[in-house]
């Protein structure tokens, strides 16, 4: 069983940035998915156990960091020049395996969500 605490967030304005950080037990692939009010959930960013593998959804790369640190079982997501479009409740994800992914269907475990606002 893995056990995700999400923790950051909050509101910000367009071009700042935030940092969110999830505790995660357990030798798994991260990822970071996003959900806004009517709209499906989408992939953010993935890093595999090692932190040697990354993946970022095209609207993020170049913005967004995924990083971790196993030391403390914590991945990490940080996130510069923040649009209104990024405005979201950001979830972390878990999942066993070697492999990085993108869908959500892969990921066996969830974060309870932390809110992210980003004012014009």
């Known amino acids: 069983q893995v056990q995700l605490v999400e923790s950051g967030g909050g509101l910000v304005q367009a071009g700042g940035s935030l940092s969110l950080s999830c505790a995660a037990s357990?030798?798994?692939?991260m990822g970071w998915f996003r959900q806004a009010p009517g709209k499906e959930r989408e992939f953010v960013a993935v890093?595999?156990?090692?932190?040697?593998?990354?993946l970022y959804a095209d609207s993020v790369k170049g913005r967004f960091t995924i990083s971790r640190d196993n030391a403390k079982n914590t991945v990490y997501l940080r996130m510069n020049s923040l649009k209104p479009e990024d405005t979201a409740v950001y979830y972390c994800?878990?999942?066993?395996?070697?492999?990085?992914?993108?869908?959500?269907?892969?990921?066996?475990?969830w974060g309870q969500g932390t809110q992210v606002t980003v004012s014009s």
């Open positions: 994800a878990a999942r066993y395996g070697r492999l990085v992914a993108s869908e959500a269907r892969e990921y066996d475990y």
């Open positions: 890093i595999s156990w090692s932190g040697g593998s990354t």
């Open positions: 357990g030798n798994v692939v």
